[in-house]
């Protein structure tokens, strides 16, 4: 059984950062995608960064590309996402979601979810 459970939320001001944990356990794929979702308040969940392992390497939605960076520690237990230059839009709450094989566009093919954690951008 994966488990997933997001840290690192909170309140952060207009142009600043905050980083996002995702601790892993149970997790027995060889081949996965690992994905930061975002919840914002009357929008659809987004999906925002994506850690790939076949072929290994990370994408992003072009709302966060160049701001945000998804990345997996060396033991590979913990994902995390940094977020730079938070805008007050992206006040939400932020979820990883973890599945065997390649990624997808559809919340709903994402087996595995943590809790989430709410980020706050308000100055």
């Not at 992003?60 to 730079?84: H, I, P």
């Not at 938070?86 to 943590?114: H, I, M, Q």
Request: net charge neutral; charged share 15%; hydrophobic share 30%.
């Amino acid at each position: 059984h994966v488990n997933l459970e997001e840290s690192g939320g909170g309140s952060v001001q207009p142009g600043g950062s905050l980083r996002l944990s995702c601790a892993t356990s149970g997790f027995i794929y060889v081949n996965y995608c690992l994905a930061w979702w975002r919840q914002v308040p009357g929008r659809q969940r987004e999906r925002i960064a994506v850690l790939t392992t076949a072929p290994a390497g990370t994408s992003y939605a072009d709302s966060v590309k160049g701001r945000f960076t998804v990345s997996q520690d060396e033991d590979k237990n913990t994902l995390f996402l940094q977020m730079n230059d938070v805008k007050p839009e992206e006040n939400g709450t932020y979820y990883c979601a973890a599945r065997a094989g390649d990624c997808s566009l559809n919340p709903g093919l994402f087996p595995s979810w943590g809790q989430g954690t709410q980020v706050t951008v308000s100055s």
